[in-house]
Each structure stands twice: as structure tokens, then as C-alpha cells.
């Protein structure tokens, strides 16, 4: 039923070569119970894509992989379809099906890595759209009881890639399965100025969700390190939220400063422009470093270990909060 001592690289997208003393996965409720019931260890982890994790050292327990699988219209309205679809579903694959069916609302989020199951927990967001905008609900797994509950957009309490599983409810669901509520009658957005100036370069001024998609795709790929060749976890850090009179200071020294408005009160500031600001774009220490062309990515060249890429982290937290008196928050959760 379990494997011992499993290699974790295949499973983790920075590539890290960590153990699990336990391994298995499931592909249902029922199996995924029965595992629960007969753990050789006391604690115990489950993976997705493995696309937001820092190993920093083997896991000493058991790691249970979710593949649920399938994807399914559950009910449809003269406006929007809902879309069933399981947590191990690898999400960009999700996206990609959703296009194909001229469904609109998550054509913003493709090449986002990992797992359908992680979406809601991370509230994953890109280019203007966040899942919150899209979810209509999901099942989940309670870990004490052994029960499916099921959790609206209210009591997920979504935040800037917060949920209530990450932080009040954390340990303590299985994510099973998420519904979306997607458009039959889509309307693109292309507010960030990325996707416009990426269409334009195509010619394109009456874009489809599939058009969209495709610059969203351009545009990650011209940014973005792909796993597969360089281990990475995508966005490590948080683009802060500050308020005015910080920005203020900073805008003295820095008036160029990227920034988004949140309310009256705050602006949310990209963490790539305060980390390549205070000089570490680019930076190689070895087998790991900071990405050439996104300072917001931290990357494993080849067999880096997981403690060295974590204290660059906190070098890089340290050094923002001296320069800019911002303190950047992980958004790689840290095994």
C-alpha cells in the first residue's frame, strides 16, 4: 500500500532530490480513506503538482499524492456552464479544456503550474483575474471526521492567495474536487498592459479567450523558466500590499515605482521590481540563484539543496526590508 523511501524529484517543480520515508497516492475518496486509516507514520503530507513547495530537507513521514481525476459539467444556466473537476488535474490542462469548449473566466490563469486541488487553497491569480472570481464551490475531505464537506465562496474566505485552508482550517481538509463557474457569453480581459501590448504584436484587436490564453502563454514563457528545464516554484514571494505613506517615502528616491491600487488607503507594489531594485536579479550562487529575467523566481540550476535556496530567500527578505522598509512574505510554502 505505501512505498518506502521514495524519491520526491518527479514531484516537486524545483527539482529537489529529497525523500519520503512513506509514499502513495490516490485516485478517490475511498482510497484516499483507507490510506488514512493505516498510516505507518503519525504525520503526513499531501502533494498536488508539487508546484509551490520549498523541500528543505527529506520528509521524515508519509506524503499521500492526490490524482483525482475527471472533468464534468454539472449544470448550466442561459449565462454560465459549472465545471466539476478534480484536484489532481494538472490546472493548465484544466484551462486548456475549458478554451476548448469557448468557456471564459480562467483563460487569464493558463501556464499557471500544478494542480486544480491547490487553486482555491493558493486563490491563485494572474493578469487581473483570480480563481475567486471563477469558484462556485467545492468538496473537501475533513480529516478528523472523515466526512465530505462542501465550502461556498464565503467560506472558503478567499484573500490575496489566502484561503481559510491556509491558514484558520490548515491540516486539516483534503481538497477533493472545485466546480467553476465559467461564462457561455465570455468577455476577455485584457486590462494588464502585458497582454494588450502582446496581442498587438500579433495584430490582434478583437481577441478571443483562446487569444488572450495564447499571450498569456507568450508572456510567461518569455519571463518564466520552464521546471521542466530549471527547478523553480514560479512566484516565491508575495507582491506586497503597503500603504500610501510608504509608497510615498519610497517615490522620493524611486518615482519610477510599478504599483496597482488596492483601495483609498493601500497600493500593491510588485516583489520583483523591490528585489531587482535592491540588486539580486540575475544573482547565481552556485547550483542556485535568482532568475536572469524575473527576480521574483528563485531557481536550482542542478542539485541544489533546499536550505541553501531558503536562506537566499531570507537574504533577499532582509535586504528589501533594509532598502524599502518592506517586508516580503513567502509565498512558497517551506517543508
Known amino acids: 500500500m505505501f512505498q518506502q523511501d521514495t524519491k520526491l524529484q518527479p514531484y516537486n517543480t524545483f527539482g529537489l532530490n529529497v525523500t519520503a520515508k512513506y509514499f502513495a497516492s490516490f485516485d478517490s475518496t475511498d482510497r484516499l480513506r483507507l490510506l488514512l486509516q493505516n498510516l505507518p507514520t503519525e504525520n503526513f503530507l499531501i502533494l498536488g503538482g508539487g508546484s509551490n513547495l520549498l523541500f528543505t530537507q527529506s520528509y521524515n513521514g508519509t506524503v499521500l499524492r492526490n ?9 448550466e444556466d442561459e449565462d454560465f456552464v459549472y465545471v466539476k473537476a478534480g484536484g489532481g488535474e494538472v490546472w493548465h490542462n484544466f484551462v486548456l479544456y475549458t478554451i476548448d469548449k469557448g468557456w471564459g473566466g ?10 486544480v486541488g491547490a487553486s482555491p487553497m493558493q486563490n491563485i491569480g494572474a493578469y487581473g483575474v ?16 472523515g466526512e465530505i464537506h462542501t465550502f461556498t465562496t464565503e467560506s472558503c474566505q478567499f484573500g490575496y492567495r489566502e484561503s481559510v485552508f491556509k491558514r484558520k482550517l490548515k491540516g486539516q481538509y483534503i481538497l477533493l474536487n472545485v466546480t467553476y ?7 476577455v480581459n485584457t486590462r494588464y498592459g502585458a497582454i494588450t ?5 500579433a495584430g490582434i484587436t478583437s481577441p478571443t479567450i483562446k487569444d488572450v490564453s495564447d499571450a498569456v502563454i507568450r508572456i510567461r514563457q518569455s519571463k518564466l523558466p520552464n521546471p521542466a528545464e530549471i527547478g523553480n516554484a514560479g512566484s516565491f514571494f508575495k507582491n506586497p500590499v503597503v500603504e500610501k505613506a510608504i509608497l510615498e517615502k519610497i517615490k522620493v528616491k524611486y518615482p519610477e515605482i510599478p504599483l496597482y491600487p488596492v ?16 540588486g539580486w536579479k540575475g544573482k547565481r550562487f552556485g547550483n542556485y540563484g535568482v532568475h536572469t529575467q524575473q527576480a521574483l523566481v528563485l531557481v536550482n540550476y542542478s542539485d541544489a539543496n533546499g536550505k541553501d535556496i531558503f536562506n537566499l530567500s531570507q537574504e533577499i527578505i532582509d535586504s528589501v526590508k533594509s532598502g524599502f ?8 510554502n517551506i517543508i
Open 130 to 145: 483570480e480563481i475567486k472570481d471563477v469558484f462556485e464551490e467545492l468538496e473537501a475531505y475533513h480529516i478528523p471526521t
Open 197 to 201: 501590448d502582446e496581442l498587438q504584436k
Open 67 to 75: 490524482e483525482v481525476k475527471g472533468i464534468e459539467k454539472v449544470r
Open 106 to 115: 480562467i483563460e487569464n490563469l493558463s501556464l499557471i503550474p500544478g494542480s
Open 181 to 187: 463557474r465559467l461564462s457561455k457569453k465570455p468577455i
Open 263 to 278: 483601495d483609498d488607503h493601500s497600493v500593491k507594489i510588485p516583489a520583483g521590481w523591490l528585489i531587482e531594485k535592491a
Open 325 to 332: 522598509g518592506i517586508e516580503l512574505e513567502r509565498e512558497v
